[in-house]
Each structure stands twice: as C-alpha cells, then as structure tokens.
C-alpha cells in the first residue's frame, strides 16, 4: 500500500476517545458511544446489548457530536455538539426510534461552558452545569448547577459555588438530589457538595481536607453513593448514604492504583477500574459484603462497563454478574464494546458489539505492537514507555508526548503513531512523571518541580537511552504532541541540543503560562495554579522560567507550529505571540492552523492532511 492508502485505511478504522467512556442503558439492553472517523466529525452510536443487530447510527454531524447520558426510561440519549472545536456545547436528545433526529434542548453556540446534561425522571427538567449567570446574562468564572424547565425554558440555578471549577453534576436516579464539585478551598483540592432538585438545600457533603481531591457518585437506588479520595500514596474507596456523611471504607490499599470507580445498574458490585503498569484491568467489589472479584490475566486493556439484565442472561446458568458489557483495547485492535464472561476473560472469546473490524481491510497483523520501553531518569526514577519499532532499518525517531499532564498513554490503537511507524519512523511514547498510571506518589511529583521540571528531564533522558540502546540516532530524533504533549515539544526545541531533538512539531502546545493562565477557560485555571505551585502574581518568577517563548533564542532544528484555530483550552494567542517572538530572533518556522478545529486535531480529513504534513516534515529535518 501507499503511504496515503495505508493512511485511509487506518483513517477508516472507528476509533473512541478513551476519555469518552460507552454507557450502558439503565436497563441493560442497550449500549452507546461516541466514534470518530466514520464521518467529517465524532457521532453517536447504540448497538444491542444481545448482539443481535448492528450498531445504528444515532447522529451524523458536520461537528463533533459526544454523548452524555441515558434518560431513564432507556428511549433516548443525550448529546452535546459544539461548533468547530469551540466547546460551546449545546445538548440535544435523540430518541432510538427516531435516529438521526436531534432535538435542540439548549441555545445554540452560547457564550459560556456547558458541563454534562442528565434529564430528571420526569422528562420536564434538564440539570447542568454552566458558568452563566441567568440574571445578568452573562458569562462568569465559577460552573452553577442549573436545573433547566424544558417546558417554560426557566432556569433556576440551584447552587452558586464561589470559584471555578471543572464539575459535572450528577443527578440520582430517583431524581431528588445532586452531587457536585467545588474547588472554593484550594487549587489542589476537591470536595462534594450536595443540593436538592429544589435548590433549598446546598451543603458541603464530604471534606476530607482542603487540597484533597474527593470524588462521588451515585448507586442505582438513589440512596448510596460510592465515595473515592486520595490520601498521600493512593486513592480509597467508600460506600456512605444520603443522610449518613460517614463513609465505610471498601478499597484502602496502597497497592492498587485506582483509576476510576462506579456501580453500574442491575448489579450489587462497584466496578473498579486499576491501573498495573500502564494498563487497565478491572474488579468487582461486593458493596455490602466488601468482596473483591478480580479478572484473569490477559493481553490488553479490558474496562467492564455493566453487567448484562437479568432476561438477556436467561440462557447462562449463572449468576447475573458472570456476562458483562466490557471496552476492550489494544494498540492492534481498535477499541470495541464486547460482551464476556467475567470467569474467563478470554479475548479470543469475547463477542463484538460494535464490530470496528467490519469498517476496514486492515487486520491486527497490519497494525504495529506497543512494547514495554524503560529507563532511569536524570535521579535515578524508574520511567516506563510504549516503544513502536518499524519492521525495516529506520529513517529517524519520534518522541510522541501525550497530553494532561495528568494522563497516560496506553497500549491502545493511534492512527498518528501507526503511521509514523508505517512510514519507517520508531516511536517512543513516554509517561513521564505526573502521569496517572503509575501510582499515586508517581502522579504527584510533578508538583515538587511544576511544569518544566523534571518531567522533561524524563523525556530527554529516555530519549538518551534510546540511543544508548541503539534503536535512535544522533540527529534524526524529533518530538510532537498535544497540549501539554506540545508543551513538552516546544520545551525540548528551546532547551535540549540538537542532536537530541533535531525537529519539534508541538500541536495546541501553551508557550507563554502567564498567556495561558489569562486566556483559557475558567475552569482550567485551578489546574494551572496546582501545577506551578500557585497564579502568575503569585509566582511570577516560576510562570517566566517555564515559559518556552523566552528561550526561543536557544532553538536549533526545525519547527512545526499546529494549532487549531476555536481552541478555548490552549488559546490562539499562544501562538500569536511564540510567532511575533520568532520574526522578531529571524528563526525559521512552519505553520499549520485548522480553522474549524479546537484542542486537538480530530476531524478525519483533518488527520489525514495532518499526519501526511508531519511525516513529512520529520522526512525532511532528518535527511
């Protein structure tokens, strides 16, 4: 194949956003998701649960298109779609039996942030998050809660925190009461409030410090909610009631790395999601027992979502929990919603919900494996890596940085990285310390540093052992990524030598932190705060030191400057200003703007032409 029928073809394999989880109905019997590559832009799709039906597409969109939520009655989902990448939501519902039928619920393009969208019980009532404040009409820094009358279009905002905060309230099932979090306290911590559906009552549920991070949800009755926290080395789980702030602790221990937890319907187990050295595994806790149900051992990343009800496991002689909907992901095969047997995770046997394969030519023998890649950094910390090795001698290496930081990448498909490795390029695709991962302690050691710490460190110094080993060579090394991925690519162009990173292509990467701090949504900027150590007035030192726009006069090499243009994340000003800096020392310098992108490129013919322009351009900085 040519490198652009290669291209196409990984461009036609559907692929999910790990970060945008399927749900499973509340009865069981459907499942949803978002998909990119299947259209310009991310739709929506639903399959039976049974595998009895091919998935059936729910959206098809010129812009992304992601789900939300189930309403109760399992007839419609929820959908929020903004314009070109700008996050300005606006949620729809569409109804199963009438796909393709998007129903406004919200305003179009607003000039505020819309933060999840679950539909009360009785159909009348939406409730949301947003920055907006109703009375004055206009944006502001802190996400209310809102419960919004779809009949009369009244908005009543039901709790008003006091600072910004990145929420997504979470509505019980029974319909009479929220959970949301706010961020009033410290930067670095969380706590979980609760108001009624009313707006009478707003309290402060679980603190278990200012700068620790606290999270909720509901159990199916309404009644329980499963609590996760963070201590100094690991994150617990609990179990307490609406009326009980005291919570029975289930999961505390500093061995397993807790990612994610939840309790799915028509189940009595949490469904726990563990990180083991950058993979992901699941288990099942008995919330009223405390009994743990681990999975077998297998090759990949299994995430169970829910179980299958009680009248589709008619046919199994066991018990409901033994036959689940599951993700299942690696980096040659693409993510697929499965159904399997809880008591013998077999990949082998697993059966596809949402058949990826049929929508390519390309099999797993066409896609390259992700190796296990380890190294020490510049103090002695152990580092762990994915490495991609292309088949022939290489023409050169790429570091590609993923985003956060407070993220890691996975043994899972990327249509960059395969292509990169199609084209005779080794990738490394490090996680870095403030990873997720690894562990807690790992996570927070970026915060001894800040950003442009040591965990650039981590990236030059495995690029070191790279060539150490032999698999990279002096002079043909270069870096890209996303957000702080591009970041990291605009640090190592302005402060590593040539030899090890001679081209650099960073993708909606900041380049001044105080530029960032001033212009990015208001939600984020806790982040930033944690993540240096405080604001800009408050550390202004530190936020001139990690900025690569004043160390421009230092770069060598080639660079590549991508950007999307409705970017609210990572602004536009970004790059304004790393270009005028750039003019001004006469640096040499591409550009690549997506008009109708954000804070990330993800519409497929944007990929393509992307993947093409990066490919070449690491081409050309290594011959």
Known sequence: MTPEEYLDALLSLPNMDDGLAPQVSPDGSWVAWTWFNLGPAADVFVAPTDGSSPP??????????????????????????????????????????????????????????????????????????????????????????????????????????????????????????????????????????????????????????????????????????????????????????????????????????????????????????????????????????????????????????????????????????????????????????????????????????????????????????????????VDGLAIHGWLYRTPGPPQGTIVHVHGGPTYHSRDMLDAQIQFFVHQGFNVLDPNYRGSTGYGLPFREMILEDGWGGREQEDIRSGIEALIEAGIAQKGKIGITGTSYGGYSSWWAITHFPPELVAASAPVCGMTDLVVDYQTTRPDLRPYSEEMIGGSPEQVPERYYERSPIHFIQNMRGSLLIVQGAQDPNVTPKNVDDVVKALKGANLPYEELIFDDEGHGISKRNNQRALYLRLSAFFERAFS
């Open 56 to 377: 059936l597409r729910l959206t098809d969109t010129p812009d992304n298109t992601f789900l939300v939520s189930w309403t109760l009655d399992n007839r419609a989902v929820l959908v929020v779609e903004d314009v070109d990448g700008n996050e300005r939501d606006r949620i729809f519902r569409i109804d199963l039996d009438q796909p393709l039928k998007m129903v406004a619920l919200t305003e179009a393009d607003p000039d505020y942030f819309i933060r999840a969208g679950k539909l009360h019980i009785d159909g009348r009532w939406l409730v949301y998050g947003a920055n907006f404040d109703v009375d004055t009409g206009k944006e502001i820094e802190p996400t209310w809660i809102y419960r919004h009358d779809l009949q009369t279009g009244e908005r009543k905002p039901l709790a008003k925190p006091l600072k910004p905060a990145w929420t997504f309230p979470r509505l019980n099932h029974t319909g009479t009461h929220i959970l949301y979090q706010r961020k009033d306290l410290h930067p670095k911590g969380m706590q979980v409030w609760l108001v009624d559906i009313d707006g009478q009552e707003d309290r402060e549920l679980f603190n278990l410090g200012a700068n620790v991070k606290t999270y909720a949800s509901w159990h199916p009755d309404g009644e329980h909610i499963l609590v996760m926290t963070e201590t100094d080395t690991h994150r617990r789980l609990g179990i307490s009631a609406l009326h009980d702030n005291e919570i029975r602790w289930l999961l505390d221990d500093p061995t397993v790395d807790i990612e994610n937890a939840w309790i799915p319907y028509n189940s009595q187990s949490i469904v726990v999601i563990v990180n083991q050295n950058g993979r992901l595994s699941g288990l099942l806790i008995d919330w009223q027992s405390g009994q743990i149900k681990t999975l077998p051992a297998f090759s990949g990343n299994l995430i169970p979502l829910a179980p299958l009800p009680p009248d589709l496991e008619a046919e199994f002689p066991r018990e409901v929990d033994s036959e689940w909907v599951a993700l299942y992901f690696k980096a040659q095969q693409p993510a697929e919603i499965v159904r399997f047997r809880w008591e013998s995770a077999v990949p082998q046997t697993f059966v596809s919900l949402s058949r990826a394969w049929e929508h390519t030519h390309l099999t797993s023998a066409d896609l390259y494996p992700a190796e296990d890649f380890k190294w020490q950094s």
